[in-house]
């Protein structure tokens, strides 16, 4: 290379500190790599521990995107998200942290049961700006994309969280309920002398103000009905006690709480029924305040003793939704 060919500043530096042969190395240096351009920057290459890493992303240029992942979306260049949206550049985002909304994720955990995303709920709020307004009617149908086994609750399409509770009144009158992942329905077990039951608890208020009626199926599939009757009935939050926990937030106090609105049914048969109540049929306390459908905070099924020998039963309960 000839000294000749550096620009004519270069070559005045060269010849007097490196000499001659160290000017020839320099001019074969690529002109990407140039250290003394203060203009140009080094070639970019890829960052690797943000691409892949176990950890977060939090920078750096954008690896190839990720498959797989049954926790939500997976970010590129960073873990997979449990219920976000895709985010871009491997920054945490919505992506990679956990929320209770979001876009929906399928097997997300932090949103709820896998599928759906639900609010996390806990505290019963009817207030017009506290109350949720489902997106649709479906309550649940304990299928594997509503019903999350590990967390012992559902999410359902509506966007509503909840869990299974049982009760038994006195003399050994007893409720148990379970969900049946095989069969994807809830069983209701009831011996009964006086009362017993169960049902599905909300984790929010719910106001159904857009629908007009519950729905839902049920079947006989061991023991009978018979010296019993059986109703539905609609937990609303001016009957939940303010001592309830899991959510909080009813507003009853004293010794007449939990007359809950009902209804009472026909017999159940050993074929699936479908019953469609509409909420001008519940008997609202006469005491409420509270427009019935603007506080609904759980659906349940009680069997009551109608003889003396009373009954003992087991009932599959399905597909329930508002309609």
């Not at 219920?83 to 990679?96: I, K, T, Y």
């Not at 509409?278 to 459908?293: D, E, H, I, Q, R």
Request: with cysteine; glycine share 16%; aromatic share 6%.
């Amino acid at each position: 290379m000839n000294p000749s060919h550096l620009p004519s500043g270069r070559v005045a530096v060269c010849l007097l500190t490196l000499g001659l042969s160290a000017c020839a190395n320099r001019g074969m240096q690529a002109p990407d790599e140039d250290p003394l351009d203060p203009v140009r920057p080094a070639t970019s290459r890829p960052g690797t521990a943000d691409a892949g890493s176990p950890t977060t992303g939090t920078g750096g240029h954008v690896a190839p995107v990720s498959t797989g992942g049954t926790g939500g979306a997976v970010a590129s260049g960073g873990v997979p998200g449990a219920g976000g949206a895709l985010a871009s550049g491997g920054s945490p985002g919505s992506a990679g942290a956990a929320a209770t909304g979001g876009a929906a994720a399928t097997g997300g955990t932090a949103g709820g049961a896998p599928g759906h995303v639900c609010p996390a709920g806990g505290t019963l709020d009817c207030s017009a700006g506290g109350a949720l307004h489902m997106t649709s009617g479906h309550i649940t149908d304990f299928s594997s994309v509503d019903w999350d086994p590990a967390a012992g609750q559902f999410c359902g399409a509506g966007g509503l969280r909840g869990r299974l509770f049982s009760f038994g009144g006195p003399s050994s009158s007893t409720g148990a309920t379970a969900v049946d992942t095989a069969a994807q329905n809830l069983k209701l077990n009831a011996t009964v002398t006086r009362w017993a039951g169960g049902g599905v608890i909300f984790e929010s208020c719910v106001d159904a103000a857009a629908f007009t009626s519950i729905q839902f199926t049920a079947t006989l599939t061991a023991g009978s009905l018979s010296g019993c009757t059986w109703q539905v009935q609609l937990q609303t939050q001016d009957q939940r006690a303010t001592t309830d926990t899991d959510p909080t937030g009813g507003t009853c106090t004293g010794t007449s709480c939990y007359a809950y609105p009902a209804v009472v049914l026909a017999p159940a048969g050993a074929t699936p029924t479908t019953y469609t109540k509409a909420f001008t049929l519940f008997n609202n306390p006469s005491g409420s305040k509270v427009p019935l459908t603007s506080q609904i905070a759980g659906v349940q099924w009680q069997v009551t003793a109608a003889s003396p020998q009373g009954c003992s039963a087991e009932l599959r309960i399905d597909d329930i939704a508002f309609q």
